[in-house]
């Protein structure tokens, strides 16, 4: 599996929850296309949203997760413009947030 790298610049290397994580978008910045990798501590639906900067949801998908193990998501920005976003997962029990930058190059 692939693993996020670092925070390039956003301060944020990753969020937790007793056993739901969430790892820094890789790249951050992106353009067209960014990873994301979390861990569930159960299997089941999770629910992924990206929301621009004003809170609007531009981005909803129901994934499914396997407990225990490095779960990713890949993320095509292409039909979205340059700015910042922040993405969220939901297992139906908590909610985990961390905020992208979609580059315009």
């Known amino acids: 599996p692939i693993k996020a790298q670092g925070t390039c610049g956003t301060g944020i290397s990753s969020a937790a929850q ?4 969430i ?3 890789s790249p951050n910045p992106f353009n067209k296309k960014t990873s994301i990798t979390f861990s569930n501590n159960k299997n089941g639906k999770v629910a992924f949203n990206v929301y621009n900067i004003i809170g609007e949801v531009v981005h909803t998908e ?6 225990g193990s490095n779960n ?6 292409n039909n979205l413009p340059p700015g910042v976003y922040y993405y969220s997962l939901n297992n139906g029990e908590k909610t ?10």
């Open 72 to 77: 990713i998501i890949l993320f095509y920005g």
């Open 62 to 67: 129901t994934l499914t997760s396997i407990e």
């Open 18 to 21: 007793n056993g739901f994580s």
């Open 96 to 105: 985990i947030s961390s905020r992208m930058v979609l580059s315009n190059n």
């Open 23 to 25: 790892k820094q978008n």
